[in-house]
């Protein structure tokens, strides 16, 4: 079935993003697998997972978080970078693949900062404030026990972390990427400053909404600044995190209005808010039946993203037709099924999520064994 023609279910009608001209409105959301080569370096099995998603018919493929300098901002041992020319020539055979398919793809870019659990380049966290995270280390990710306490950046420190997510932008287009999605999400760096727990500064970076959200505004600005008008750039957005699941920004709408406003007015393309592993409503709903998603349109104006769940054809349904968010994307949801789009569109059974998928590691060699353990 030709995915490009409209649909009974608005999640297969074409879309737009930023000039990008989609198939259809499901995205794969970024997802670690902890695969790359111990430099850095994307693997041809990679080339093979994301391909797999754009001949599957999804609409756009957003990397997993890849770290963009080769000081601070590695979180997990395997993980991709886009610091080095090798990597650069690793990433070009996924974006190779993926068009081939007659997909775009976006690189996520992502600083762990405090989260940081496998970094052979520096011994040392750093994040805005000397806070221990709270919770211990991902297993399925290689951590295990308790964070360490990050070292508190300087300014100096700071300016170089915004410089390394605008070179590493300017790289990701070398490589063959459509756009970037900045990782301003999930509780690593960027949403560590944005966090009020985490971030105890007394400087212009600290205290107030408007001062927290000041450090992924710069970035993203930086970005923008780095690259050709043609090439999307986005930022990924959490009130929970991967270590905790209950926080909710304290300001609640009133946050959440500063913070799009701030990001709109640096040039982005679009917001993308992520539930990290829980239902999007459990994490959207607002007072008065708003949601968070919604509220990200109507401030930012921007095309809005939203995750969580949307592997539920009446959920995705409902979001889209009632104004929530313009796009969806899947995580757990595309990794049990690679071929959504093409299954929903010929209404046929999709394969549940499997906790196994991602047990004892969240590697790719990890899932193929499940795959080859199914009946």
């Known amino acids: 079935m030709d995915l490009t023609t409209t649909s009974l279910h608005p999640a297969l009608e ?81 974006t190779r693949r993926v068009h081939a398919a007659g997909r775009p793809i976006i690189a996520q870019l992502m600083h762990a900062g405090a989260l ?39 300014l100096a420190e700071i300016e170089e ?17 459509d756009g970037v999605e900045i990782h301003g999400a999930n509780g690593y760096l960027l949403d560590q400053f944005l966090t009020v727990y985490t971030n105890e500064r007394t400087d ?17 600005a930086a970005v923008v600044a780095a690259t050709p008008s043609d090439f999307v750039v986005g930022v990924r957005l959490s009130q929970t995190k991967v270590n905790d699941l209950d926080y909710r920004w304290p300001g609640g709408a009133h946050d959440a ?31 008065g039946g708003h949601t968070i998603t919604g509220l990200a349109r109507r401030v930012s104006g921007l095309p809005v993203i939203a995750n969580g769940g949307m592997h539920d054809p009446e959920q995705a349904d409902r979001v889209l037709t ?24 010929d209404e046929a059974e999709l394969t549940r999520f499997d906790r196994r998928m991602l047990e004892p590691a969240a590697t790719l060699a990890n899932a193929r064994q499940w795959q080859t353990d199914q009946p």
Not at 133 to 145: A, F, Q, R
Not at 161 to 177: L, P, S, T
């Open 204 to 220: 212009s970076y600290g205290g107030p909404v408007a001062n927290r959200i000041r450090l992924t505004a710069e970035v993203v």
């Open 14 to 94: 074409p879309a737009e993003l930023s000039g990008l001209a989609l198939a259809n409105r499901f995205a794969v959301a970024p997802m670690s697998r902890v695969s790359a080569a111990p430099d850095g370096v994307p693997t041809p099995e990679m080339a093979g997972y994301y391909a797999e998603f754009a001949e599957g018919g999804f609409g756009l493929v957003i990397t997993e978080g890849i770290y963009p300098d080769s000081s601070y901002s590695q979180g997990y041992l395997n993980q991709p970078g886009l610091s080095t020319p090798e990597q650069v020539a690793g990433w070009r055979e996924v």
């Open 161 to 177: 972390v915004v410089a390394g997510f605008a070179a590493a932008a300017a790289r990701a287009r070398d490589a063959g990427f």
């Open 116 to 154: 940081s659990q496998g970094n052979p380049h520096r011994t040392e966290r750093v994040g805005p404030s000397a806070v221990r995270p709270i919770g211990e280390m991902l297993t399925e990710y290689g951590g295990s026990g308790p964070w360490p306490t990050p070292r508190e950046l300087a």
């Open 322 to 345: 009632d104004g929530h968010a313009d796009l969806l994307s899947l995580g757990r949801g595309a990794l049990a099924n690679p071929d959504l789009p093409r299954r929903l569109a």
């Open 257 to 287: 209005e500063i913070i799009f406003a701030t990001l709109a007015d640096t040039g982005i393309g679009f917001l993308h808010i992520a539930s990290e592993g829980r239902n999007w409503l459990d994490t959207a709903r607002l007072q």
